[in-house]
């Protein structure tokens, strides 16, 4: 998960934060790629608590576009 200063930003303006994380499987040449990207979940979940995060939805499986 990359940089935590845009939970941190929101969390300023809003009362809730929701962070979603989404790899695009458009940025993989192949489905075998993207399978095989390493998924952090736990790690990033680890980070955002202590930020005050609400929620963390994993949008793996989602269909986005």
């Known amino acids: 998960m990359k940089g935590t200063s845009a939970t941190r930003a929101a969390l ?6 929701v962070v ?3 790899i695009n ?6 489905a ?10 736990e790690a990033d979940a680890a980070k955002l608590a202590p930020l005050g995060a609400h929620c963390m939805r994993d949008s793996l ?4 576009f």
Do not use: I, M, W
Request: one cysteine or more; a negative charge; glycine letters at 4%.
């Open 32 to 41: 075998a790629d993207h399978a095989a990207y390493p998924r952090t979940e």
């Open 20 to 22: 979603t994380l989404f």
């Open 25 to 30: 499987p458009r940025q993989f040449n192949s």
């Open 61 to 64: 499986g989602c269909e986005c």
């Open 12 to 17: 300023e303006k809003a009362d809730r934060v």
